[in-house]
T-cell receptor
Framework: DTGVSQDPRHKITKRGQNVTFRCDPI?????LYWYRQTLGQGPEFLTY????????KSRLLSDRFSAERPKGSFSTLEIQRTEQGDSAMYLC?????????FGSGTQLSVL | LAKTTQPISMDSYEGQEVNITCSHN???????ITWYQQFPSQGPRFIIQ???TKVTNEVASLFIPADRKSSTLSLPRVSLSDTAVYYC??????????FGAGTQVVVTP
């Protein structure tokens, strides 16, 4: 499969725990994006990378959130000390041109 | 950042044409207008993109007036499988999409 892959698809955690999500973009794509989506809303931009450089972070991304893209390949998004308000679908997308290709997301539930 | 506004929902019957209008009054000069489709438990999927005038592909048409403050996505002869949420995010010069709340389109037999 040559699409964007995200792992895990679902994550249930307790408040205060740390979680990490992984995104594998389409192999030749140099840009990688993270978005967050809550029920009934459109995706909200969190951050994006061009190759291994993180070029922009949204104000939504508090200090508890960190993203990396070592070697410009896969990316990880870590949330420390999770809160109930972090419950959402976390979407990853990659691109080489103007069209973004999204993965199916990781659904996070914080209890 | 520019904000987009769309109707919350639209209903249609199979075989009809569906037109969804998006308002983006504060669109920047370098922004492109894009439309994405999203099914439940999936990420959005690209439909079409334009800067001005009309663009057509095998799936849809996109109409953009000269002032670029709005755009209309036209889906010809919809089927049940076109039931989805449709978004009109603006694409900025950094390749970043800014989504609004989207339009839920429901197609019934």
């Amino acid at each position: 499969d040559t699409g964007v892959s995200q792992d895990p698809r679902h994550k249930i955690t307790k408040r205060g725990q740390n979680v990490t999500f992984r995104c594998d973009p389409i192999s030749e794509h140099n840009r990688l994006y993270w978005y967050r989506q809550t029920l009934g809303q459109g995706p909200e931009f969190l951050t994006y990378f061009q190759n291994e450089a993180q070029l922009e972070k949204s104000r939504l991304l508090s200090d508890r959130f960190s993203a990396e893209r070592p070697k410009g390949s896969f990316s990880t998004l870590e949330i420390q000390r999770t809160e109930q308000g972090d419950s959402a679908m976390y979407l990853c997308a990659s691109s080489l041109g103007p069209e973004l290709f999204f993965g199916s997301g990781t659904q996070l539930s914080v209890l | 950042l520019a904000k987009t506004t769309q109707p919350i929902s639209m209903d249609s019957y199979e075989g009809q044409e569906v037109n969804i209008t998006c308002s983006h009054n504060n669109i920047a000069t370098n922004d492109y207008i894009t439309w994405y489709q999203q099914f439940p438990s999936q990420g959005p999927r690209f439909i079409i993109q334009g800067y001005k005038t009309k663009v057509t592909n095998e799936v849809a048409s996109l109409f953009i007036p000269a002032d670029r403050k709005s755009s209309t996505l036209s889906l010809p002869r919809v089927s049940l499988s076109d039931t989805a949420v449709y978004y009109c995010p603006l694409l900025d010069s950094w390749g970043k999409l800014q989504f609004g709340a989207g339009t839920q389109v429901v197609v019934t037999p």
